[in-house]
């Protein structure tokens, strides 16, 4: 609605529209984040951050438990003035989100 900003495309929503959503939220002057928590290997996270980015998505997550090196990758992907935010420990017990990597947007 007109009264809100902020949009939250999580896993289920991407692979059934992906950038269709992401486009007609855009279109309305709405942002998007893609909570979609990526745990994989630096190369294909980083991907997945660029091609996010290009669609306009201003916010999205990445699991802690991908490593540091995984984590850096996804930030190096877009640098500042974007987001990547963590998602739990590797056990799934202790939250972690809310750390930021990057610059907000």
Known sequence: GDGVTWYKIG???HVAAGETVIRALLERGKRV???CKWHDIPNTV???VTAAARAGVA??????AGGERM???AVAARGRGWW????????GDRP???RTFSGPP
């Open 84 to 91: 990547c935010r963590t998602g739990a420990n590797a056990s």
């Open 33 to 35: 984040f893609l909570d």
């Open 11 to 13: 896993p289920v929503l």
């Open 71 to 73: 984590l850096a990758a």
């Open 59 to 64: 916010l999205a997550t990445v699991h802690l």
């Open 46 to 48: 980083a991907g997945a």
């Open 96 to 98: 972690v989100s809310g």
